[in-house]
């Protein structure tokens, strides 16, 4: 009895709010998608009423992409797993098996470097010389580091030098001192010398490849503490992808273990989170059922408006009306040329040519090894472009010629109304669109039943 009690008091508490083609929807998934959608933000938002027939289409399309199976196709399941197993992959593991990386690779680092000396801080004054710099620039170098040398040896302040003379400058102005350095790091040479130097001592005059150096050791110790470089080793792991190989890791391990497949593992790890998060689990579905709406929508409704020319042209034919203007439009080009005769050339041989390869005919003619002609075609309205303005609507404007295209001309049609497809296409194809989808919403509420608890969506967002 209590059992049942429960299992009545759990359906009760998330009750079905509408059934599409016989499946039952959820209060909880309703109201996931009308709070997502009409958010704080959102400029037209919708109120439950309103919202209903809008979720409703959305499943209906859903309901005939499942029905034409394209939940089946290899691309749409690759595309999908991908998604959800970016949702799932990081519960695989916990922060404690990042930290535990984070620790073996701090303490890898650690007595690699500790076995060579650990860590030592220096300062140093360099002469840069290029390695293949002539002998007389050599001499001249060692002897001036020869000469800084023998005054530290008389007592000069070694930070005093380094700034006056060092050319590594953004040391120099430390008084020379480098940030600390691990064996191998820096040039062998310069090491070599560093390593075997004890706290306070300073070497002589030597050479790396980067030109003449004197080092003044000044502390050495052993690696950093773990916490004062967890920070910097965690964003390692992240930048470096070492957490999705933790994570590849832990799947294999679980996969060998359980005698199963990876996906199977992440499909039961889904199934877990799922039920302990329900707002995960429609995140889920959401992105489940989008990709079969905008597959099954670009086969019904949008491939078709935008490619079925005959259907296309019938339509704005029979509602030519709809798409007349208030003002004229000018249909063509407006050019300006170098030379004075190719003006009527360009008429000329536009005559002969469509208007959708007016662009690639000029370009051919007049641009190819220079530019000639410079044209804008296009559907121009008065204030669009100053020259058709200025020779077509005949609008008194101040115009200046370009000083290297000093001829300039328009050619083309003054338009009242389109007179063709072409010249309002883009609307046409959009309000074809939108009675497509019409229609095809019609023909769903038709083959699918559905039927929506109206006492259940009154307490939408209220219980």
Sequence with gaps: MFLNGSMVFAQSADPVIMTVNGKPVLRSEFEYSYNKNNSNGVIDKKSVDDYVDLFINYKLKVEAALDARLDTMKSYQNEFLSYRDKQIR??????????????????????????????????????RLNQRAPQEKDVSAKLRIDSIYQALLNGADFAQLAKKYSDDKESAVNGGELPWIQYGQTFPEFERQAYALKKGQMSKPFMSPAGYHIILKKDSRNFFPYDSLRADIIRFIEQRGI????????????????????????????????????SLKYLIQEYHDGLLLFEVSNRAVWKKAATDEDALYKY?????????????????????????DDLKAVKK??????????????????????????????????????LVDKFVFKQNKVYKHLVDYPYENVYGKKLKSPDDLSDVRQLVVNDYQEYIEKAWVETLRNKYPVSVNHAVLATVNKH
């Design 90 to 127: 990081p519960s695989i593991i916990t922060d404690a098996d990042i930290e535990t990386e984070a620790y073996h690779i701090y303490n890898e680092t650690r007595l690699r470097i500790d076995s060579h000396g650990g860590i030592i801080k220096v300062a140093h004054i360099l002469l």
């Design 243 to 278: 957490r999705e190989n933790i994570i590849n890791a832990r799947l294999d391990s679980i996969s060998k273990s359980q005698h199963v497949t990876v996906s199977d593992v992440l499909e039961k790890k889904t199934q877990e989170l799922e039920s302990e998060d329900p």
């Design 316 to 340: 704005f034919k029979k509602n030519k009306k709809k798409y007349k203007w208030e003002q004229p439009r000018f249909k063509g080009i407006a050019y300006h040329t170098k030379y004075n």
């Design 349 to 386: 041989i536009l005559r002969k040519t469509d208007f959708s390869e007016w662009s690639d005919v000029l370009k051919k003619t007049f641009n190819k090894d220079s530019l000639r002609v410079m044209a804008d075609k296009g559907m121009f309205k008065i204030g669009d472009n100053l």
